[in-house]
């Protein structure tokens, strides 16, 4: 996936990522199960609006960092806003890689908290930056969807494919316990592990769900449809949308992963 593909890709969405509340509790659930101390330097790696940034820097306190990393401008704009509305004054918002910080040494950070950006770099090679990012001891946690989930994103790409575009599943490379692990684990992680829960999308977001899954970097061929197709494509999906979410109300419940380890 290219850097400016999802660069260009998130400062169009930026205004309006903020509003969906399943990203918020998903942020927020990674950071209260990663056991952050008060004094902490943390990386939020893929920071995105600053979702978990605010979770970390409000675990850490006053006397602790929070260096929040993301690729997008227009994202981190809305970071920069959230984190003075909360008058926080323990963030330092960076715009660059998060798989190449060769800005910071070694050991810089006590953690490494990843929420749901890792599915949007090379996994192998953020995990070996965030490796050597990490003090002896430090903790990294990561969250991302099982494989197939959620249900209305696979929706969208099962009603793509009668449109001709086969689109790949981003959360399959990391989308179940043994990858997670196997993963960390590769990059030189010790005692990984993964917990699995569920997350349900509110009315609200699955009223988002052609926007995130028609814009999203991994589905950057739908842009290649043209206007008929893609209008055609948006009432099959959004109509057998209605349907599943009427027959099975679970239809709106995501599978998803938290994983941890230490260095």
């Not at 749901?116 to 965030?130: D, F, I, R």
Request: a neutral charge; one cysteine or more.
């Amino acid at each position: 996936m290219e850097k400016k593909t999802i660069r260009s890709t998130f400062n169009e969405r930026a205004a309006g990522y903020a509003g969906g509340q399943w990203h918020r509790v998903y942020a927020e659930r990674l950071v209260a199960l990663a056991n952050l101390r008060p004094g902490q330097s943390v990386l939020d790696a893929g920071a995105g609006t600053g979702f978990a940034t605010l979770a970390i820097a409000r675990r850490i306190g006053p006397s602790g960092r929070v260096v929040a990393i993301d690729l997008s401008p227009g994202m981190l704009a809305e970071a920069r806003a959230a984190v003075a509305a909360a008058e926080l004054t323990n963030v330092e918002i960076l715009e660059a890689d998060a798989t190449n910080l060769a800005r910071f040494p070694a050991a810089s950070f006590d953690a490494v908290i990843c929420a749901a950006a890792l599915l949007y770099m090379p996994v192998a090679s953020a995990l070996a930056e965030w490796h050597r990012l990490l003090a002896p001891g430090g903790t990294i946690g990561f969250s991302t969807m099982r494989a197939g989930s959620p249900p209305a994103g696979q929706l969208f790409r099962d009603c793509a494919a009668g449109f001709g575009l086969s689109l790949t599943d981003p959360s399959a490379t990391l989308g179940s316990e043994d990858r997670c692990r196997a993963a960390l684990a590769a990059a030189g992680f010790r005692d990984p592990s993964v917990i699995g829960e569920d997350i349900d999308f509110s009315s609200a977001d699955l009223a988002r769900a052609w926007d995130s899954n028609s814009r999203s970097p991994s589905h950057t061929a739908v842009r290649d449809l043209s206007a008929a197709d893609r209008d055609a494509l948006r009432r099959q999906y959004e109509d057998a949308l209605r349907t599943r979410l009427a027959d099975d109300p679970a239809f709106a419940r995501a599978a998803v992963l938290y994983a941890f380890a230490t260095k």
